[in-house]
């Protein structure tokens, strides 16, 4: 079941589309604050001079903690579009997002530490909703295995409303947006000093930058799955979601952690109970 | 059948030598020789019986059965005795209404019991017996080093490590038996005499609290063993005098259904689930090779055991599901008490709540899916969680602290250990090691069993929660601080055989599962379920991939490359030392410390605990109206 076509499109095309989405993502951003905003291929521009920057570090176990970070983040990516099996994809991106995690513990500065629990508290927050999605899926199509899922016949998003909306809820935080944006921003003007990734610089920086742009790419990814019984209503759906997300962005303002992690986990709760539940007296399953 | 004999018999005869030698190097020699013997003996018997099914053997019951009743009458008396003197009435009214119960069954039923076979051996009783073998003795290796230093640390305390070490033997002898026991009077004589021998472990420092909680930690397994002897006059009365654990599994569920809830409460007062929890908790007093055996490779583990044993009847009732949903609640609320904790011993406490939570979840479903992830959470956890107290142990008689905060920067200060830490953490929750191989196979597992998907959320949710309080244990370690003493000098040989012998087996076994897969526990499945499950092949390909990538990337620091301009991190712009320190308010000079979040006003302990045994101790009452409900009315 396994696509090598897939993995490798995935690993070759992820960086070109998630640098594209960064940049349709500042423009748009951009008029939205009445602003003219940057043009599209700035963020490819914002990498490559990171990567010309001096080599710095607050130790040597930072660049194996990002390398590690922006492999496990392909990886997943390249499973998920090879058509693995789902749960793997989700316990592989985990262990991406520790590798981070652990960056920025082991630089051992307080703004990094911060970022750091943050990270964790929102990789608490949203876990349980991507396993639920999954489990969704699974129960609907009988499969894990995200080649069978997309090419379920029918639309998945009838079957399971409900965690859909809940699985948009959690991607304002996996796509490191506002009100959830809470271990580290994209905007300039929610902080100076970048949670997470405060003592990550220079080309450790731009791998990480590149590592969002993957992940952007999966998780879109991980909503197509939703609408996968027809490609063009998928893309579409997919875009739209991403400019509702683009919305929230921009219309709110970072809320605390302690709301993050309730929220979450009382829609996770509520949208996965109420669709599976529903799913198996309906005798879907 | 030797093999059995020589496994239960021979650490019995250890045992005895441990308690008559007093020397230092004579008990090394015995320990070490007795260890390898015990390792070597369980991996003989996965040669000569791995591939032979379910094999049974007769022994001279009705003598050994006599034997038996005397020692524990012995076990009784000396219980109430101690009860008496520490004035603990509760442990004085359970153990004579045990004994009472033991005395009318022998009087009245104990000729009319007819057990063929009391010995049997299958490969889930193979795996049971590697993992005490080889895990067991290792920790008993370790125990001689550790407990030496013990004893230099503890000047006030009297040395009375040969009752220690005799009991520690004792112990590995009666899980032998349990695990080889067929014969439901066998099991239960081994049960108590695993009891007996926590409950010593416990109380080894003689303190007041050690006390008190080994006194907790009786109290409540004796609830256990009263409700074992209920099942058994059950059995004895109702059910025509089935004895033997097959018998009883092959019998209708209407007549051993409610024998098997009771001996199923007795293995959940074992397995420290709510509202049991608190007496592994209070283990924690205990010396940490006595946290660590009694974590990973016996105590708790019989409780699972047993139930595993007898998921068949629980299989698809009404109680095997409220066995299953007290493991689930068990499993949320022990992983998110352990948020709260910055003890490491008590972190791991409630991990190995949590996770036997997830066994009896699985236990109580019952289906061949969910006994196969139990089986694997059997094994997994036992070998990350004893490298994990053994780190621990080592690091605390180091830093003489076993707070996950002292423990800062600790892959600075003891690299080797801090290094072995991080395998067994990595082992709890992160893919592709072992835990997290389980808790996959749990998730098929629930999904594909009706109601399941309640149990799904759960896990889902109780998953997270390990994830936070697992990688933040694991950050803390990784700090890199400033350059300072390295604290690993002079760690005993013994010491470093057993840490690295676990740590080398948290990464094998994660190679090797499918091979373990599908010698012993899909051949397990078969003969008792009729059905086998496996991982995919691409799956196993791509973990073990995952696992390779996880090996090889560290090598990647060892690869040369341009000097990097090392800076310190940022502090806001504070003029900042390479220590760390900086000058503050009034120029007084401060460190800078960094500290974990614990979230106590959510996940604190009372709160939560308190929760559970309310919630649990309700779903034991319905488990048992419904067993009593299907017992009577069918």
């Known amino acids: 079941m396994i696509s090598i076509v897939g993995a490798v499109a995935f690993i070759l095309l992820a960086p070109v589309i998630g640098g594209l989405i960064a940049g349709i993502d500042r423009k748009i951003s951009a008029h939205m604050q009445g602003r003219v905003g940057p043009p599209i291929l700035q963020p490819f521009y914002d990498v490559g001079k990171l990567f010309e920057k001096e080599k710095t570090v607050a130790n040597d176990m930072q660049r194996f903690y990002a390398i590690s970070y922006f492999i496990f983040m392909i990886f997943t990516g390249a499973l998920f579009f090879a058509g693995g099996d789902l749960l793997l994809v989700i316990f592989a991106l985990t262990l991406a997002q520790i590798f981070l995690v652990l960056g920025a513990y082991s630089a051992n500065s307080p703004y990094s530490h911060i970022g750091a629990e943050r990270e964790l508290i929102q990789i608490m927050a949203y876990e349980p909703m991507v396993i639920i999605a999954a489990v969704g899926m699974y129960v609907v199509t009988k499969s894990f295995n995200v080649g069978s899922i997309a090419s379920y016949p029918l639309p998945l998003v009838l079957f399971l409303p409900a965690i859909f909306i809940g699985f948009i809820y959690i991607l304002t935080i996996k796509l490191r947006k506002s009100p959830f944006d809470i271990s580290t921003s994209h905007h300039a003007h929610q902080e100076i000093v970048k949670g997470v990734t405060t003592e990550f610089s220079g080309p450790t920086l731009g791998l990480i930058e590149v590592t969002h742009w993957y992940e952007t790419v999966f998780l879109l990814g991980f909503v197509y799955l939703f609408f996968a019984f027809s490609p063009l209503i998928g893309i579409i759906a997919v875009a739209l979601v991403y400019l509702l997300e683009l919305l929230i962005d921009n219309a709110s303002a970072r809320v605390k952690w302690q709301l993050v992690m309730k929220s979450s986990w009382l829609i996770a709760a509520i949208v996965g109970l109420a669709n599976l539940a529903a799913l198996y007296y309906l005798g879907v399953v | 059948m030797q093999l059995l004999l020589f496994l239960i018999l021979g650490p019995l005869i250890t045992a005895i030598f441990m308690l008559l030698v007093r020397k230092d190097q004579e008990r090394n020699w015995i320990v070490k020789l007795s260890a390898l013997g015990i390792g070597a003996v369980t991996i003989l018997l996965l040669g000569s019986y791995g591939d032979k099914g379910t094999l049974y053997f007769s022994f001279a019951a009705e003598s050994t059965g006599l034997f038996m009743f005397l020692i524990e009458m012995v076990i009784a008396v000396f219980i109430l005795y101690l009860g008496i003197k520490y004035k603990n009435y509760l442990v004085v009214g359970l153990t004579l209404l045990q004994s009472a119960m033991m005395v009318y069954f022998e009087v009245f039923y104990a000729h009319t019991i007819d057990v063929k076979y009391s010995l049997f051996i299958d490969q889930f009783s193979i795996i049971m017996a590697l993992i005490i073998g080889i895990i067991g003795s290792l920790i008993c290796v370790y125990a001689l080093s550790y407990m030496k230093d013990f004893h230099e640390h503890h000047k006030e305390l009297p040395d009375r490590r040969n009752i220690f070490f005799c009991i520690m033997f004792a112990f590995l002898s ?12 066998w099991v239960l004589f081994f ?5 007996l021998c926590s409950f010593l472990l416990i109380g080894y420092t003689k303190t007041e609290e050690a006390t ?36 009883v599994l092959a019998s209708g569920k209407a007549i051993v259904l409610i024998p098997v809830v009771l001996i199923g409460f007795a293995g959940l007062t074992k397995a420290a689930q709510l509202p049991f929890s608190s007496w592994l908790v209070g283990a924690m007093v205990a010396p940490t090779p006595v946290s660590a055996l009694l974590h990973s490779s016996t105590m708790v583990k019989a409780g699972v055991y047993i139930l595993v044993r007898l998921a068949p009847v629980f299989q698809a009732t009404f109680s095997g599901y409220v066995l299953a949903f007290i493991g689930a609640i068990t499993f949320l609320l022990a992983s998110a008490i352990a948020i709260s904790q910055s003890n490491a011993k008590r972190v791991l406490a409630y991990s190995t709540i949590a996770n036997l939570g997830l066994i009896v979840a699985c236990a109580g479903i019952g289906t061949y899916e969910a006994i196969w992830a139990a089986i694997l959470l059997i094994i997994f956890h036992a070998i990350s969680k004893s490298l994990l107290f053994l780190s621990v142990g080592t690091v605390e008689h180091r830093i003489e602290s076993r707070d996950i905060e002292d423990m800062n920067g600790l892959i600075i200060r003891m690299p080797r250990i801090a290094a072995l830490m991080v395998i067994g953490i990595a082992g709890m929750f992160l893919a592709p090691f072992g835990m997290l191989i389980s808790k996959w196979a749990a998730i098929q597992a629930f999904i594909d069993a009706p109601y399941g998907f309640l149990f799904v959320i759960i896990l889902a949710f109780g998953s997270a929660l390990t994830l936070f309080f697992w990688a933040k244990w694991m950050g803390r370690l990784l700090v890199v601080t400033p350059k300072q003493e390295n604290l690993e000098t002079n760690i005993d040989s013994n010491i470093w055989l057993a840490l690295i012998s676990l740590g080398g087996l948290t990464a094998i076994t994660c190679f090797i599962f499918p091979a373990i897969s599908s010698t ?33 990337l560290p090598l990647s620091i060892l690869m040369p490359q341009r000097k990097h301009r090392h800076l310190t991190p940022y502090m806001g712009g504070m003029t900042t030392n390479p220590d760390m320190s900086f000058y503050g308010a009034i120029g007084l000079k401060r460190d800078m410390k960094l500290s974990n979040y614990y979230i106590t006003s959510w996940f604190g302990e009372v709160k939560l605990q308190t929760l559970g045994i309310y919630l649990c101790t309700g779903l034991i009452g319905i488990m048992f109206v419904s067993a009593a409900y299907l017992g009577v009315i069918i």
């Open chain 2, 174 to 185: 009666a899980m032998f038996g349990l695990v080889f026991s067929n014969n439901l009077l």
């Open chain 2, 191 to 195: 049960w108590e005499i695993t009891t």
């Open chain 2, 212 to 247: 008190n909680n080994a006194f907790t930690a009786l109290w409540m397994n004796l609830l256990g063993g009263v409700a074992f002897v209920v099942a058994i006059l059950y059995l004895a009365t109702q059910a025509g005098g089935i004895m033997g654990l097959g018998e």
């Open chain 2, 520 to 552: 012993l526990i899909e051949p397990f499945l078969l003969q008792n379920y009729g059905n086998v499950t496996q991982l995919s092949q691409d799956n196993v390909i791509i973990m073990i991939m995952m696992l390779f990538m996880i090996v090889l």
